[in-house]
């Protein structure tokens, strides 16, 4: 089978708008949580959100959003986009420059591209309701594409023209590792010479309040203090939206260009729970053969795994699902450096896996272990799970990332330092 | 007929960003039905929508520009247009007859026509 890696990288996220300010905040442990204006109101007991700083969303109309300066989006190109389209265009670009990629190869019948997103559920309602109360004559032109969960390749396949095979993903908070893990077995199996792997969210009241209704979210009103997986003290997780960009590419054809090399993507698994719609299962049962699969696909024993990036969303059930998935694989091996990103991002929704698979990478190639932010008092059930709590001088070889999403979907994809071969 | 405030304020608001001429002369038409206010309010339109790499200038158009292959409006561009334009003045454009509309004499004499059967509505 081809080997896979990952040649370029792209942020929109809470914790910054590009690779160098994300790895400084990881670095730092400086947090992308704030109050959200959004979340004001007093009928809002939710008050946090991972703010996505540089964008402005004043209206549903596209031509009164704005966004950082240095990319260039014409008309035609923004009038069918979501602002998690909008995020993403901006990540691609950057994934783009950083790969090197000529747009000959980005718009190749061998570049494809992998795409997942919850949609934006914002403009679906500014656009059902435009119909419900206006009727449907009054139903804007770009209704549908900018409404539905396939409206994120729908417009980066139009606005990168993008040649190859295209689809999304849909499995909830592990569809953008889903994404990455198929992108790595159509190159793996030589479908395609390079993919573009990308997650995408609105960063709004409309895409992270409906998690209220299942008491998901933090009620925490101080940034410093929230999300904080493993932490006795967490209460649900805080949202964000943004976009990350991964550019999956076979091994020799990277070589071959003389592309940037992050790190390699040794394999990956993926198991369900059978359990239950929103709760995931406490033994950690589908997590663990997710990571199983993982390690088997990698042909990795758990004793080599020198980092785990934990889904980790900072709920009580959730977190300490995972310690038990975690437990049962390194039960008999060196443990290795557990952190949640997410204390540091907020959740991202069908962006996390995508996210933090980029992270990964960033600590892979950058040499640094990524810290759990917001621990003060370790949750007692998590205490045999090697958390970072502090920023720890080791640098990780061979990294885990995991993903779990509603329904009990479960994704873990392996990846190790590049090491120039 | 005057438009109330809600009626103002719903043609400033789409037209927010068309020069003051093409926001009076929508209101004209809605107010009076004049149809010599149609095609300020169209080529305001078309220019807020036209892209920056069209052939042709609006400026230099005339009854026989082409719309796509001229002004550089792709078919959903044009659909954007008519969308406008029926907000702002009230009139409706069905499939058949959007077919037909090819240039801009065809678009302005259309909406004329229009006008002669079904005066404006001031909902």
Redesign the interface.
């Known amino acids: 089978m081809k080997r896979v890696v990952i040649t370029g990288l792209g942020f929109i996220t809470s914790i910054g708008n590009s690779r160098p300010e994300v790895l400084r905040s990881l670095k730092e442990c400086r947090s992308g949580i704030e109050l959200f204006s959004e979340f004001a109101g007093n009928d809002i007991p939710i008050k946090l959100a991972g703010t996505v700083k540089g964008f402005t969303f004043p209206t549903a109309r596209f031509?009164d959003w704005t966004y950082p300066a240095g990319y260039q989006i014409?008309?035609?190109q923004l009038?069918?986009m979501t602002p998690n389209a909008l995020y993403a265009f901006c990540a691609m670009d950057q994934a783009i420059r950083e790969a090197k990629l000529s747009p000959e190869l980005v718009s190749h019948p061998r570049t494809g591209l992998l795409c997942a997103s919850g949609g934006s559920m914002w403009l679906a309602y500014e656009n059902l309701h435009t119909i419900v109360t206006q009727g449907v004559?009054?139903c804007?032109?770009?209704a549908v594409v900018n409404s539905i969960p396939g409206s994120l390749y729908i417009n980066l396949v139009a606005g990168f023209k993008i040649k190859g095979g295209s689809l999304g993903c849909s499995s909830a908070c592990s569809s953008s590792a889903h994404a990455l893990g198929l992108a790595a077995d159509m190159i793996r199996l030589h479908r395609q010479e390079m993919m573009f792997v990308v997650g995408a969210e609105d960063c709004n009241r409309f895409n992270i309040l409906p998690f209220a209704g299942i008491r998901a979210l933090s009620l925490q009103t101080d940034p410093a203090k929230a999300p904080c997986a493993f932490d006795v003290k967490r209460d649900g997780f805080v949202g964000t939206g943004g976009a990350a960009v991964l550019v999956v590419e076979e091994l020799e054809h990277a070589l071959r260009r003389g592309a940037p090399i992050c790190a390699e993507v040794l394999g990956w698994g993926q198991a369900s729970d059978g359990y239950n719609v929103v709760i995931p299962d406490p033994t950690g049962d589908g997590l663990r053969r997710a990571m199983e699969d993982a390690l088997l696909d990698s042909k990795l024993q758990p004793g080599d795994i020198d980092y785990v990036n934990a889904h980790a969303t900072s709920t009580i059930a959730g977190d300490i699902s995972e310690c038990q998935a975690l437990r049962q694989i390194f039960h008999n091996s060196k443990r290795p450096w557990v952190s949640s990103t997410k204390s540091l991002t907020g959740h991202g929704l069908s962006l996390a896996g995508a996210m933090e698979s980029a992270i990964c990478c960033l600590a892979l190639q950058e040499g640094f272990t990524p810290v759990s932010a917001n621990i003060t008092e370790l949750d007692p059930a998590c205490a045999d799970i090697a958390i970072v709590t502090k920023p720890i001088p080791d640098a990780p070889r061979i990294a885990l990332t995991n993903s779990s999403g509603f329904g009990g979907t479960n994704v873990c994809v392996a990846m190790k330092k590049w090491e120039g071969s | 007929m005057n438009l109330n405030a809600t009626e103002l304020a719903e043609i400033q608001k789409e037209l927010r960003r068309c020069n003051p001429e093409t926001v009076a002369a929508a209101i004209r038409f809605r107010e009076q039905g004049d149809s010599t206010a149609i095609p300020p309010v169209v080529y305001g339109l078309i220019e807020l929508y036209q892209p920056a790499t069209a052939k042709l200038s609006l400026k230099d158009a005339n009854d026989e520009t082409r719309l796509i292959e001229d002004l550089g409006l792709d078919s959903l561009a044009l659909l954007e247009v008519v969308f406008a334009i029926e907000g702002v003045l009230k009139l409706h454009i069905n499939n058949d007859e959007l077919k037909e509309i090819r240039t801009l004499g065809k678009l302005n004499q259309f909406l004329r026509d229009k006008i002669v059967t079904a005066a404006p509505a001031t909902s």
Do not use: E, L
């Open positions: 031509d014409s008309r035609d009038r069918a004559r009054r804007p032109p770009m």
